[in-house]
């Protein structure tokens, strides 16, 4: 009779754990629906996050060609001109062979590249004043329009 209890007893214990096996890990439709939500969210979202990026590069350039002119106006005080084609925007940290009252560097880094990984474009005259410092954008040509607009310092 002993072991008929200890038999009873074992299948006890047994249904106790039976529904808890079948409870664990989920079903193949339940982790196809989760892939399906996370799907549209990022249908919704990556759509914005991609416009802000855009918009945050264009601030970025914006802000960069800023200091650029800042620096050309400190180089002509300094030297009476601003700096020639040829000279380009170098010239703001690398004395330029032809200057005597340069005090420069006025930049504290090298000339950046506008966020798009293009050099600035500089022209003496630019087409509304003395000088223009231009970032052509996404697509590093002139013209366009959204990422692609150039930016001016005009």
Same mark, same amino acid.
């Given at each position: 009779?002993?072991? *008929?209890?200890? @038999? %009873?007893?074992? /299948?006890?214990?047994? #249904?106790?754990?039976? &529904?808890?096996?079948?409870?664990?890990?989920?079903?193949?439709?339940?982790?196809?629906?989760?892939?399906?939500?996370?799907?549209?969210?990022?249908?919704? *979202?990556? &759509?914005?996050?991609?416009? !802000?990026?855009?918009?945050? !590069?264009?601030?970025?350039?914006? =802000?960069?060609?800023?200091?650029?002119?800042? =620096?050309?106006?400190?180089? %002509?005080?300094?030297?009476? %001109?601003?700096?020639?084609? #040829?000279?380009?925007? !170098?010239?703001? *940290?690398? %004395?330029?062979?032809?200057?005597?009252?340069?005090? $420069?560097?006025?930049?504290?880094?090298?000339?950046?590249? /506008?966020?798009? $990984?293009?050099?600035?474009?500089? !022209?003496?005259?630019?087409?509304? $004043? +003395?000088? =223009? @410092?231009?970032?052509?954008?996404? +697509? $590093?040509? &002139?013209?366009?329009?959204?990422? +692609?607009? /150039?930016?001016?310092? #005009?």
């Amino acid at each position: 009779m002993s072991n *008929v209890t200890d @038999v %009873r007893t074992t /299948d006890r214990r047994y #249904e106790r754990l039976a &529904p808890r096996r079948r409870a664990k890990g989920f079903t193949l439709l339940e982790l196809l629906v989760v892939l399906v939500i996370i799907g549209m969210l990022a249908a919704i *979202v990556g &759509p914005r996050y991609f416009a !802000q990026l855009g918009k945050s !590069q264009v601030t970025v350039a914006r =802000a960069q060609i800023e200091v650029l002119s800042k =620096a050309i106006d400190n180089f %002509r005080l300094d030297v009476g %001109r601003f700096p020639t084609a #040829e000279e380009g925007l !170098q010239s703001l *940290v690398v %004395r330029p062979p032809s200057t005597d009252k340069w005090n $420069g560097p006025y930049l504290k880094k090298e000339v950046p590249l /506008d966020p798009w $990984g293009h050099p600035y474009v500089y !022209q003496v005259p630019g087409a509304k $004043g +003395d000088y =223009a @410092v231009i970032s052509y954008g996404l +697509d $590093g040509q &002139p013209g366009g329009s959204g990422e +692609d607009a /150039d930016i001016s310092s #005009e």
